[in-house]
């Protein structure tokens, strides 16, 4: 039993001591399912998610490759070059092998977010600058690694800041139907919840308020090591239950990943002003 303990307590303490390859490794498996599930071409024809005639408006790409067959080769090329870097990033790999996966899985990312609209709820954008930054990091052989933990974890706390200020601003996360707003979609939304919510509207009140409080509140709460606990752990609930309400499961993978980061960040920063 003893053991078993230890070996939990092994398994959990690792990202912890290498929050950048689990970052890495995350993003990594968030952009390999997003691939996966744009990479077949009825997507890109007419009437599919994908198709040019849609997105090029959709995300006003200005430009872009008109010709059908040159961009379905494009398209292509892209997603073969994302796929074999994630699977590279997957791998217990070196730090400049991983310096190139990381790059070329950026750089695809930023090449062909015009002609596919999956993962733009947000978790696609995120992974593709977590290993941006993550490449930048293993430059000259990794000597700016924690610079690139800092970068994820001072952007993971600025995210949700942004996200709660935001809300804060809507009518609806003024007056608490946000929430219940947003699960009666049909996109986002889930018909159980919603009917839930709407025989406990205290209740929905409280989750839209709680959600900006928790956000606003997310960077100023990380200065304390109690209270940096109970954000991560709201936070990581918060994304946990999107995920069968509104489906949002790669959001979840992604941003729970940079947690060991600020985790490994906020410790550093600590002892820093305590030397």
């Not at 001072?154 to 139907?177: D, H, M």
């Not at 409280?206 to 928790?214: A, G, I, N, P």
């Not at 997310?218 to 752990?233: D, E, N, T």
Request: net charge positive; charged share 20%.
């Amino acid at each position: 039993m003893i053991d078993a303990l230890k070996g939990l307590q092994r398994v959990v303490q690792k990202p912890l001591q290498a929050p950048l390859e689990f970052a890495e490794r995350a993003s990594a498996f968030s952009q390999l399912l997003a691939t996966l599930e744009g990479i077949s071409p009825k997507e890109r024809r007419f009437g599919g998610i994908n198709d040019w005639d849609y997105t090029k408006y959709l995300f006003n790409s200005g430009g872009g490759i008109s010709d059908a067959g040159v961009r379905e080769i494009f398209v292509r090329c892209l997603a073969t070059a994302r796929i074999g870097a994630s699977v590279v990033l997957l791998l217990p790999t070196g730090n400049n092998t991983r310096l190139v996966a990381s790059s070329v899985s950026a750089l695809s990312y930023l090449l062909g977010n015009r002609y596919t609209i999956n993962g733009s709820d947000g978790a696609e954008q995120y992974s593709a600058i977590i290993l941006a930054s993550s490449a930048l990091g293993r430059i000259d052989g990794g000597k700016n690694r924690d610079l690139a933990v800092d970068f994820i974890a001072a952007q993971t706390a600025f995210s949700y800041f942004v996200a709660g200020a935001v809300k804060s601003l809507g009518r609806e996360w003024r007056n608490g139907t946000a929430v219940e707003r947003v699960v009666r979609t049909e996109v986002y939304g889930n018909r159980i919840f919603y009917r839930f919510l709407r025989r406990n509207p205290r209740l929905s009140e409280s989750l839209t308020y709680s959600t900006v409080v928790v956000e606003m509140l997310f960077p100023f709460l990380l200065l304390h090591r109690g209270m940096r606990k109970v954000a991560l752990a709201s936070m990581f609930a918060f994304h946990a239950a999107n995920v069968p309400l509104m489906g949002l499961g790669r959001f979840f993978i992604v941003f729970t990943s940079t947690y060991p980061a600020v985790m490994n960040s906020t410790n550093r920063l600590k002892g820093r002003f305590s030397d």
